[in-house]
Each structure stands twice: as structure tokens, then as C-alpha cells.
């Protein structure tokens, strides 16, 4: 009995040898036959599945977006790190480097199994979602229209002009430049007479308002003279590049100029920035925030923070943060799946080759757990694109077809106002697609409640509802659940073709297919094409 307890042990010790990979400076594992792979990062999604020659390194480094230390098969493995990885992808293996331990586990044959089995044990769903109003109605960013030039008068402008062009109230972000400086949590007087007032006032229009924040001060403020003597912001190494000897705050490099990092391994330099955010929702009656920033970037290898943290792990807790306030956007995170955090994906240029990044960008952001994820802005969130719209340059054929294929999103999200940028035909083309998602939304509101539940994507990859049948490098089209396919237009032309699976689908004209099949549909410019399935 023994002997066999002896070999038993054995046995299991070998299998679990077999499960996670060898801790060492330079690790691989064989590709399956046919086996492709998904993940890591969502603004990297438009190459998956993973070619040969692809290469990704995740440290310090989440591509401005979503990311995961997760690996994806469409044969039921997966590979999870605690840590941010680099890897490569040859003709027969990945390899894997700049890591401590990481692991493959089998879950099956699918890529479905394979994320099933990795939320289960690494980011399990909380069963909370972000605020209901997010999906349940369009949201509104005063980004393009009002860019740095965040005011009173021209964003209540704004709230009136929503509504007068028969679009309904919801979610409304005050972005960026609205406070004096950074660090400086109160709406700038030169701007906002009264901001209490003009909150007021768009809650009886309808609106939940969120404010821009990030976590960034200005070097030169009272704010900061208090943060640096109290040590609650990331610190320059020195000597030794102990935090305690460290004396000098670093000074950080961003989009806007040079500022100091809040340091989120304190606990007092989270409770006083959450002082500040809730001094907002207090005094001026905010419903919530847009955390911008937190990019590992902005904890570069000479900074220190009272806790040791790698630049990754300070992005996590930047979303950590987002937590304690239901009503929530960011841009950039990593390693926080299954919770009940609203993400956004990165700003878009407005021209047709970042509209086709948005499919594989949200399918990609559901494997990675971020089920409620917002495809960007409608008609591209980079507002250098809008420079020259009275010169002609934008393509409202384009504004039209970013819309619709926000429409059977989790969000639909507007910026520039579509009713200033185009002729009458094509802002009833956008309201067509408000209205169709309107007629969606008791679905999507079901699938966003049963996601924070059992943590499965909103937006989901073919290959993930339909295995093994053709899909895996099918980035142009998705569906909403297991039963609505959508194929929106991603080319300036009125045709699409269709890769429809197995089972009998109804299109929007009532006409029924049979799958599996290749087809052409017409898609006038009001039209997204979208498949019901009617049978399997």
C-alpha cells in the first residue's frame, strides 16, 4: 500500500511538472496542430489569432488599452502568469521570457473551454456590473466637441442640443481641462459659474454626469507640497533606491506635460484622493468618473512607491481604485477580469482602417475578461481627426457605419455631435441605429446582467460560439450572445459578405439562409447587416 501511495505521489507530482512550465529564463510549449491563439492584449487584437513571427512583450507595457498575462487556444488551452510575460510566436512554438512562473492548462477542446476554465480560477466574476444607465442608454463625451475647452455654457449647449435633436438623455463626461490644474479637484471659476447649478440642471434633463480624472498632480501646486512632504506620490530612486531614503518626487512625462504620480500602494494617498472624488460628488453633485491614464509607462524603472509594485501592478491598482464608484470608465487596465469595471477601447483615428479594429478589439476584450467594454467613440475618439472637418476631410459614410456597428454593443458611446457634422440624410441613418439598439437593449441588458454572473463575454468571438468550424481568423464580423450574428459594414460599400455557420439564420429583410454558408448581402447606408439564429 505504500509503495503504491509512493508511486501515486510520483505520478501526481509529474503531472503537475507537466501542468506548469519550467521556471527559467527561456520557456516554450509546442503548438497543437491547427492550434491558434488569443489575448494578452486587446489593442494587439486585430493580429490575432497570433501569426508566426508575432512577438509581444507585456512588461511595462499594456498597448495603451486592456490587457491580461493570459494566452487563449482554440484547442482548450490556455496560459496564465501572475506576472506580465514577453513572448514569441514561431511556426511550432511559443516562447515565452521576462517572467518568473507561468503556467498551461488544458480545459477542454475550445477556445470557450479555455477562457470558462482561466475566469474560474484567476479572475473570477464578482456578480456586480458597472452603473445600468451606461448600457442601457447612449452615452455622451464632451471630448471633440469642446476638446481642452471644457465650459459651462457650451457643455449644458451640448446636453439641450442632445435632446432637441431627438436623441435620449444618458450618460454625460465632462472630460478633460474642466478643474484649474491637476491635482486641483474643483471645476475652474473662469468656466463654470456655477457648476452645482449646471449639474442641477442636467440631472432634471435626464443626465448622469461623469468628470475626467487621472492620476496626475502639477509639480508647482499647494497639492503637491502637501503630497511630497506626506510621501503619497511615486518617488525618484535614489542611492540606495530605498523609499524611505527616496526624497525627491518623480517627475513623469505624459500627453500633457510633466506632472508627479499619485502612489496607489498607500492607503493614505488612496483614502486622500478619494477624499477628493467624493468632495466632487458632494459639493457639485457628480454622478461619477472617467479615469484616464495609468498606464504602466507612467511608472517608469526610476520611480519608487511605498509598496514595491511593478509598473503593471500600478495600473491594476489605479483600477482597483474605479471600485468604489459604480459609475466608471477607463481606458487603460490590466489584470482585473470579472469585475464590474466599464472599459473603453483606445482612441480611434476616424478612418476605415481603425473602424475595422473595432470587432477583433471587443471580441478580444471579452476573452481577456472585460466584458463591459465600450468600442470607443463614435467616429473615432482621436480628436486630431476632426481638425479639418470644415475643410471637407470627413467621411460621413463613416460616421454612419461606426455607429451602427456600436449599436448591439454592451455601449454606444457619441462625441462629436452628429447632427453638426452631417447632412439630414445621414444623422437619420445614426438615429435609425439609436432606434435598432433601442429594440436590442432588454438583450443586451440581459446578456450584461448574466456576464457579471458567470463572467462569459457580452461580444463574442465566432470561434468562441462556433468551434472548429472556419472561424478562428474571423475578425470582421461577431456575435451579440449565442444567437445574434452582426456583420457590420467596414468598408466604404454597400455590400458585405457573410460567413454564416451551421444552422438556419434569418436576415434583417426576413430571408432566411442555411449554414454553413458564404454569402453577399446588400446593406443600404440606415442598414447593419445582422442574422438571427433561427435553428441550429
Known amino acids: 500500500m505504500e509503495k503504491r501511495t509512493s508511486c501515486l505521489r510520483s505520478l501526481l507530482g509529474l503531472l503537475f511538472l507537466l501542468n506548469v512550465l519550467m521556471t527559467s529564463a527561456q520557456q516554450s510549449i509546442t503548438l497543437l496542430p491547427d492550434e491558434k491563439w488569443y489575448g494578452a492584449a486587446v489593442n494587439e487584437s486585430q493580429h490575432t489569432p497570433f501569426p508566426k513571427g508575432y512577438t509581444l512583450n507585456l512588461n511595462g507595457d499594456v498597448r495603451g488599452n486592456q490587457a491580461a498575462p493570459l494566452l487563449l487556444s482554440n484547442k482548450g488551452r490556455y496560459i496564465w502568469s501572475d506576472e506580465a510575460f514577453a513572448f514569441t510566436v514561431t511556426d511550432k512554438e511559443i516562447q515565452f521570457s521576462q517572467q518568473k512562473n507561468v503556467t498551461i492548462e488544458k480545459a477542454g477542446s475550445t477556445l470557450a473551454e479555455a477562457y470558462k476554465a482561466a475566469a474560474r480560477k484567476y479572475f473570477p466574476p464578482s456578480g456586480k456590473m458597472p452603473d445600468e444607465l451606461l448600457f442601457s442608454k447612449p452615452q455622451y463625451n464632451t471630448w471633440i466637441e469642446l476638446i481642452y475647452d471644457q ?89 540606495n533606491g530605498n523609499w524611505e531614503n527616496a526624497t525627491r518626487p518623480a517627475i513623469v512625462q505624459w500627453w500633457n506635460g510633466f506632472s508627479m504620480v499619485m502612489d496607489f500602494t498607500n492607503l493614505e494617498a488612496i483614502n486622500w484622493y478619494q477624499q477628493q472624488l467624493d468632495k466632487l460628488i458632494k459639493e457639485y453633485g457628480v454622478d461619477g468618473f472617467k479615469f484616464d491614464a495609468g498606464d504602466p509607462e507612467y511608472y517608469p524603472a526610476n520611480t519608487i512607491s511605498f509598496q514595491p509594485a511593478a509598473a503593471n501592478q500600478h495600473t491594476e491598482l489605479w483600477g482597483a481604485f474605479g471600485l468604489k464608484y459604480p459609475l466608471n470608465e477607463y481606458r487603460a487596465m490590466w489584470k482585473r477580469g470579472g469585475e464590474p469595471l466599464a472599459e473603453r477601447l483606445r482612441d480611434k483615428l476616424h478612418n476605415w482602417e481603425d473602424l475595422q479594429k473595432l470587432v477583433p478589439g471587443m471580441t478580444a476584450a471579452g476573452l481577456l475578461g472585460y466584458p463591459f ?100 481568423g474571423c475578425n470582421d464580423q461577431l456575435m451579440i450572445g449565442d444567437s445574434i450574428l452582426v456583420a457590420p459594414v467596414l468598408a466604404k460599400d454597400n455590400k458585405r459578405n457573410v460567413m454564416l455557420p451551421k444552422g438556419t439564420w434569418k436576415y434583417i429583410d426576413g430571408r432566411k439562409f442555411k449554414g454553413p454558408a458564404r454569402i453577399t448581402v446588400e446593406a443600404a447606408l440606415n442598414q447593419l447587416p445582422f442574422f438571427e439564429l433561427v435553428t441550429r
Not at 170 to 188: C, H, K, Q, S, T
Not at 198 to 218: A, E, S
Request: charged fraction near 25%; aromatic fraction near 12%.
Open 151 to 239: 465650459n459651462q455654457n457650451d457643455i449644458l449647449k451640448y446636453a439641450r442640443a442632445i435632446i432637441d435633436n431627438g436623441f435620449e438623455p444618458g450618460v454625460l463626461m465632462i472630460d478633460d481641462n474642466w478643474a484649474p490644474y491637476y491635482g486641483r479637484f474643483e471645476f475652474r471659476k473662469d468656466r463654470f459659474a456655477d457648476a452645482r447649478a449646471m449639474i442641477d440642471t442636467l440631472h432634471r434633463m435626464g443626465f448622469k454626469v461623469m468628470v475626467w480624472v487621472c492620476p496626475f498632480i502639477r509639480p508647482d501646486s499647494e497639492e503637491a507640497r502637501f503630497l511630497m512632504k506626506k510621501k503619497w506620490v511615486m518617488m525618484e530612486k535614489e542611492n
Open 373 to 472: 467594454t465600450c468600442p470607443d467613440m463614435i467616429g473615432g475618439g482621436d480628436y486630431s481627426s476632426f481638425d479639418n472637418v470644415d475643410a471637407g476631410k470627413l467621411d460621413q459614410d463613416l460616421v454612419v457605419r461606426s455607429a451602427q456597428c456600436h449599436a448591439l454593443m454592451p455601449m454606444m458611446q457619441f462625441s462629436v455631435a452628429p447632427w453638426r457634422i452631417l447632412d439630414s440624410q445621414h444623422l437619420s441613418a445614426i438615429k435609425e441605429a439609436v432606434a435598432l439598439r433601442k429594440k436590442f437593449t432588454p438583450l443586451i441588458m440581459e446578456l450584461v446582467r448574466e456576464s457579471a454572473i458567470t463572467g462569459e463575454p457580452v461580444v463574442r468571438h465566432m470561434e468562441y460560439v462556433f468551434p472548429n468550424a472556419g472561424f478562428a
